[in-house]
Nanobody, 123 residues
Framework: QAQLVESGGGLVQPGGSLKLSCAAS????????MAWFRQAPGKEREFVAG????????NYGNSVKGRFIISRDDAKNTVYLQMNNLNPDDTAVYYC????????????????WGQGTQVSVSS
């Protein structure tokens, strides 16, 4: 894939919700597993959520299970991250990533990365 472009970040109050989008180009989207990672200042990059190429398998980091939902729309070449019940610990730059594999990896061995979108959770 030539590029991944994230959008949808912003400032939200604790308990609020945001929905991130990642638009992909340059490949057959359904052949790629997609994932979201995040990185806060001074922290290491953290796996947030991933979805298999088929869309049938989803995985989440422990800190976001039950709060975030990853989905994909192959017709739009887009992956989404619905984030609910946000708290200040969710503040980070969120990155979209892809790899030409049917399966999800929870480590940063992805081939393509977006530039990131800032999510800030604060009252």
């Amino acid at each position: 894939q030539a590029q991944l472009v994230e959008s949808g970040g912003g400032l939200v109050q604790p308990g609020g919700s945001l929905k991130l989008s990642c638009a992909a180009s340059g490949g057959t989207f359904s052949n790629y597993a997609m994932a979201w990672f995040r990185q806060a200042p001074g922290k290491e990059r953290e796996f947030v959520a991933g979805i298999s190429g088929s869309g049938r398998l989803r995985n989440y980091g422990n800190s976001v299970k039950g709060r975030f939902i990853i989905s994909r729309d192959d017709a739009k070449n887009t992956v989404y991250l619905q984030m609910n019940n946000l708290n200040p610990d969710d503040t980070a730059v969120y990155y979209c990533a892809s790899v030409r594999s049917p399966f999800i990896s929870t480590v940063s061995n992805y081939d393509y990365w977006g530039q990131g979108t800032q999510v800030s959770v604060s009252s």
